[in-house]
């Protein structure tokens, strides 16, 4: 998918589906359906749901704006639809879950994490207001003042390390990769399958860095998963009425069972990543025993790509490639564990089945996912647990 700019209508996706729109015989139908199975979803809004969303969204803002206030470079050319006030309030929830990183109904916003990571979420807010403004018909939106701090944007941007925190950095993390002993770190020079080619031959001390930044992940997630443990004993709630921002580790967790993360799950998550962490200072086969392992050490691994990329001075591609081999040399898929089962965005599945432009494959490949609940998390794996 490619972007011309940060509008609803500024992306491939988002054109396919205006020209799709304008060939069907009940477009009003389709909206209303469209709209619906984004905001059913409870899990994360992925980009390419989100990208159709924000097209529909608009789609019944222009409508009702008539060309009074909106005035995109492109404006589509739609059959009459009658907007009515149920299809203008779908419009509006899905673009209040689209101008926020979280949202309670739907949860994480993929879409946003793009703008934010480029550094442009603002300009992707400020490119959806005019939209989200003629939707709302002058009531409170989510950008205005004062905002939900448990989710909503609060405007804090991540500070650039300089130079010489970057050497400290990189000195802290040879220090430390004596104390990884998983495996050897030259299991990180095996080239993946996912590999086009072998021409990525890296330094032996590019592996001892991959190494020093597990452990160091590792100290990160513990202390995380504790600063979290004492967030909910203070504000004695879940991490779904106190809302994500609060929150280190367990808002990365699958988001649909945040009404579960209570004081209780967090202390034995908190043991679960304790023992996970601890399997990457011994020797032997490292395998997770149990959901909650896998998925604290999912944490770990997932940070190595961009820590060594910062302080490996590695570029973009050579961070891909390492990803693939950080993942090649966990071996997740012999646990058994699909992210699938944990993490299954549902909005994805029902447009699937809604418009052909999602296409099939996603629910070839997968079909439907048996979820699993927090509660089977710190069960060991055994039997169709692990299938």
């Known amino acids: 998918m490619s972007r011309s700019g940060p509008g609803p209508f500024d992306s491939d996706q988002a054109l396919d589906f205006v020209h799709y ?4 015989d009940e477009p009003e139908r389709e909206l209303h359906e469209m709209l619906e199975a984004i905001l059913d979803e409870d899990g994360y809004l992925h980009d390419d749901v989100m990208e159709i969303g924000m097209a529909a969204a608009a ?12 005035d995109p470079e492109w404006e589509p050319a739609l059959p009459d639809i009658s907007v009515t006030d149920r299809l203008r309030l779908l419009a509006l929830g899905v673009m209040e879950c689209a101008v926020q990183p979280w949202d309670r109904r739907t949860g994480h916003n993929m879409t946003y994490d793009t703008w934010e990571s480029m550094g442009r979420a603002q300009q992707y807010r400020q490119a959806l207001e005019p939209y989200l403004r003629v ?3 002058g009531v409170k939106t989510s950008i205005d003042e004062p905002r939900d701090p448990g989710y909503s944007w609060t405007g ?10 970057i050497g400290l950095m990189r000195e802290r993390l040879l220090s430390l990769a004596p104390a990884f002993r998983a495996f050897p770190v030259q299991v990180f020079g095996e080239r993946s399958p996912e590999e ?3 021409l990525h031959v890296f330094a032996e001390e590019t592996f001892q860095i991959i190494a020093g930044a597990c452990i160091h992940r590792s100290g990160e997630l513990i202390e995380d998963v504790r600063h979290d443990l004492e967030v909910l004993r203070e504000a004695r709630g879940t991490v779904a009425d106190i809302g994500p921002n609060r929150f280190r580790q367990l808002r990365d967790l699958p988001w649909r069972f945040a009404s579960s993360y209570d004081e209780e799950f967090a202390g034995r998550f908190l043991e679960s990543a304790i023992g996970a962490t601890t399997l990457l200072t011994r020797s032997g086969r490292l395998r997770p025993r149990t959901i909650a392992e ?3 050490m999912r944490s770990v691994t997932e940070a190595l790509g961009d820590l060594t990329r910062r302080y490996g001075e590695l570029d973009e591609n050579s961070r891909w490639v390492l990803n693939s081999r950080i993942s090649q040399a966990f071996a997740y898929t012999e646990t058994g564990v699909s992210d699938l089962r944990l993490s299954f965005s549902s909005s994805t599945g029902t447009l699937s089945r809604i418009t052909p432009l999602l296409g099939t494959v996603w629910l070839e490949a997968f079909g439907e996912p048996r979820l699993v609940p927090p509660g089977e998390w ?3 794996f055994t039997g169709d647990s692990e299938r």
């Open 21 to 24: 729109l304008e060939e069907l």
């Open 59 to 70: 789609t019944v803002a222009v409508l009702l704006d008539g060309g009074r206030t909106l």
């Open 135 to 137: 939707l709302a018909a």
């Open 156 to 165: 804090k941007t991540e500070r650039t390390p300089s130079e010489a925190e």
């Open 196 to 198: 086009f080619d072998g």
């Open 294 to 296: 896998y998925l604290a």
């Open 378 to 380: 710190f069960l060991p």
